[in-house]
């Protein structure tokens, strides 16, 4: 069973970075983008920025372009998102996120992680 | 940046309905489109992938169409587990979602 397992809850201040990561079981990495996909409270999704692990090249929401950093060790089959310079805004449910590079769709998010809630708070 | 506009944002609605959530683009995406089913609490779950293919386990009362700027998902008649929100999200030009639309028990 495909499964991407990400890492628990995180309390950060404002200012700080936060870095969570996100487990591949089942499949390689290699055969998908990884995506991260943020949720603020009662709000709707949010594209952060994708990684292609095969070719270690990366895409960001320029929103969030100097703050967030994707990254993945392929030899653990693990994808990690870094967002510094933190703020309340920034509070959240991250999701990682997998698409295949060929197959279905054309970045269709098939294999969802479980969530990893980020508070940003004094 | 392409925009994509959602509508309704809120839809009551009750077991047995036709269903009709529309999904708006700045600009073409050709079937570049996607739609996802979300719970409280849940992550989202993938339910239609370039605009009008039913994804795997996905019940066939589900059903999207469009291409260009103009796509719909269509749910034949609505069982209980289908309150949910809904976003599409585009795969053209960077990626991005739509708004999302709560459909809710009337």
């Known amino acids: 069973q495909v499964q991407l397992v990400q890492s628990g809850a995180e309390v950060r201040k404002p200012g700080s970075s936060v870095k969570v990561s996100c487990k591949a079981s089942g499949a390689s990495i290699n055969g998908y983008t990884v995506n991260w996909v943020r949720q603020a409270p009662g709000q709707g999704l949010e594209w952060m920025g994708r990684?292609?692990?095969?070719?270690?090249?990366?895409k960001y929401a320029q929103k969030l372009q100097g703050r967030v950093t994707i990254t993945a060790d392929k030899s653990t089959n693990t994808a990690y998102m870094e967002l510094s310079s933190l703020r309340s805004a920034d509070t959240a449910v991250y999701y990682c996120?997998?698409?295949?590079?060929?197959?279905?769709?054309?970045?269709?998010?098939?294999?969802w992680g479980q969530g990893t809630v980020v508070s940003v708070s004094s | 940046d392409i925009q994509m506009t959602q509508s309704p944002s809120s839809l009551p609605a009750s077991v047995g309905d036709r269903v009709t959530i529309t999904c708006r683009a700045s600009?073409?995406?050709?079937?570049?489109l996607n739609w996802y089913q979300q719970k409280p609490g849940k992550a989202p779950q993938l339910l239609i992938y370039?605009?009008?293919s039913l994804y795997s386990g996905v019940p066939s009362r589900f059903s999207g169409s469009g291409s260009g700027t103009d796509f719909t998902l269509t749910i034949s008649s609505l069982q209980p587990e289908d309150f949910a929100t809904y976003y599409c999200?585009?795969?053209?030009?960077?990626?991005?979602f739509g708004g999302g639309t709560k459909v809710e028990i009337k």
């Open positions: 370039d605009a009008s």
């Open positions: 600009q073409s995406l050709g079937n570049y």
């Open positions: 996120a997998r698409a295949p590079i060929v197959g279905i769709g054309h970045d269709a998010f098939d294999i």
């Open positions: 990684i292609i692990p095969i070719e270690d090249t990366t």
């Open positions: 999200q585009q795969s053209s030009n960077d990626l991005a």
